[in-house]
């Protein structure tokens, strides 16, 4: 009786390791805290019994065509809007699953030590993308800087601008290469993901900061018509879990907070 027992025992114990053994993702990232996070991440979902490989991106276009051409099992690397601006764009047929972490973005200078020490005609850098380069507008008329079209929403342009007191002139540059235009710019708005990797740390060298009421908290995707993998649900709540909230706390410590 006992070895007619331990065989389907046996059987389960194997098909177990099987499932294990095949429960393995491609998730890509931005470099920067999105890889230090999903490193994190990887740990708590091999607990799980779900194998992450990490695939870390130097800029935020790259992880949504690879995403998209079937490279990646899903990707963490950006906020709603921009997905939505990316499908409308692109033609690609994504869909998001589950909140990360809020990346308050930020304005940075080497120039200036406040905003009113800028004088008429300073120069302005911002992400060239629809989406980030509207949530810098954004920021800087959140603060009164600028004014804006209300009738451009959550994307607005340049060409929305509808007052401009100081003649601000706005440059705009792939969103990875703006802390590099900090010799050159009187300020640039850039992404917090690109700001620490840099070495600029949003608490002590910002000028001014987004709200932390945001609707820029950052997603995770995967192709529409895939939401319901069992993998994706492992990784959801490897993501939303208290060691990911401690360890983002501790290491960012209030420049990156948790979205969920």
């Not at 799980?48 to 051409?69: C, Q, R, T, W, Y």
């Amino acid at each position: 009786m006992k070895k007619l027992l331990f065989v389907p025992v046996l059987l389960g114990l194997l098909l177990l390791a099987g499932t294990a053994e095949a429960a393995r993702l491609r998730l890509g990232v931005s470099s920067g805290p999105h890889t230090e996070i999903a490193e994190v991440v990887k740990v708590i979902a091999a607990e799980k019994g779900l194998e992450i490989d990490i695939v870390s991106f130097a800029d935020f276009v790259m992880p949504n065509i690879a995403l998209a051409d079937g490279d990646l099992d899903v990707n963490s690397m950006q906020h709603l809007p921009y997905l939505q601006a990316q499908m409308e764009n692109r033609g690609f047929r994504l869909a998001h699953i589950g909140y990360t972490v809020l990346m308050p973005m930020a304005v940075y200078s080497k120039r200036v030590s406040s905003m009113d020490e800028l004088v008429s005609g300073a120069t302005v850098a911002i992400p060239n993308d629809p989406s980030n380069g509207g949530r810098a507008l954004l920021l800087l008329a959140h603060y009164d800087i600028i004014e804006l079209d209300p009738a451009a929403g959550i994307v607005p342009s340049v060409l929305d601008v509808t007052r401009n007191d100081l003649g601000l002139r706005f440059i705009e540059l792939d969103a990875a290469q703006l802390p590099r235009v900090l010799e050159d710019a009187d300020i640039a708005v850039i992404n917090t993901n690109f700001a620490i990797e840099a070495g600029l740390d949003p608490e002590r060298d910002a000028l001014l900061v987004e709200s932390r009421e945001s609707p820029y908290v950052n997603i995770i995707v995967v192709r529409e018509g895939e939401q319901d993998r069992p993998e994706f649900q492992i990784l959801v709540e490897s993501y939303n879990n208290d060691i990911v909230r401690r360890f983002v706390e501790e290491r960012f410590r209030g420049a990156i907070v948790v979205g969920w």
